[in-house]
């Protein structure tokens, strides 16, 4: 299954949902495969910078009729700065999503993590646009698909890095989301686990169950502050956060 998804990143053909043909996998199954598939995109000259954590809001969550987020790993290859302009043909179905960006300064290793320790660790906070792609035909995901394609991770683009006060609370950070000039979302940071930085220590306790530590540096996407949005050959998509700035995608012809 990791094989059939490095192909598929390399090709751009997507493969049939793998729990058509055998509906028992589940998310470890999925986790087993993603561990897999990130050993060979290594092997290959790519690196981990971060983690990206999804099914981070009720809404998604009930879609995929689970109670808890999902998680992969953000790799470098993937990571754009603001106003990037990103291949129309790069991708297989993608969307975009506006979310908080954090990239920390000290090194967390759960379990045990609280909301409070994974706060003090965060250096920046960025805006963020993540395009969401899918390697499993037409988006006919279960959690294990998702899960496996490195929890359905395209690539992400970045606003300037900003270094809020202690007393800022990233729960209350408004967003504002266009598309081609025309506002199709709004959203704040309480979308995303109830508060961004109980995404942050949720990562860091369920990766210190296999031994990983979130290291100074790294990069954490916190997830989706509203409904994904089709991405299309030639769109613009902009986000305006409260307190972080603007973050800018333009996409390329195909």
Known sequence: MA??????????????PFTDDDP???????????RELVAMLTAAGDRVVGY???????????????????????????????????????????????EIVFRLGSPLRGPGVTVEEARSAVAEVMAGLEIVDSRIEDWRIRLA??????????AVVLGPPVVLPEDCDTRLIGMAFSRNGELVATGAGAAALGDPAAVVAWLANVLGEHGVTLEAGQLIMTGALHAAVPMCPGDRFEAEFDRLGTVTLHVGDA
């Open 145 to 154: 698909d998702t899960v496996a394609d490195l929890a359905s991770n395209g």
């Open 52 to 98: 990206k954590a999804g099914l981070t809001s009720a809404p998604m969550q009930g879609l995929f009729g689970v109670d808890t987020p999902d998680y992969g790993p953000v790799l470098a290859s993937t990571v754009y700065g603001d106003g990037a302009t990103t291949p129309g043909g790069a991708f297989i179905a993608p969307k975009v999503e506006a």
């Open 24 to 34: 028992a996998l589940d998310v470890h199954d999925g986790y087993a495969v993603q």
């Open 3 to 16: 094989k059939a998804l490095y192909e598929a990143r390399a090709t751009g053909r997507p493969v049939p």
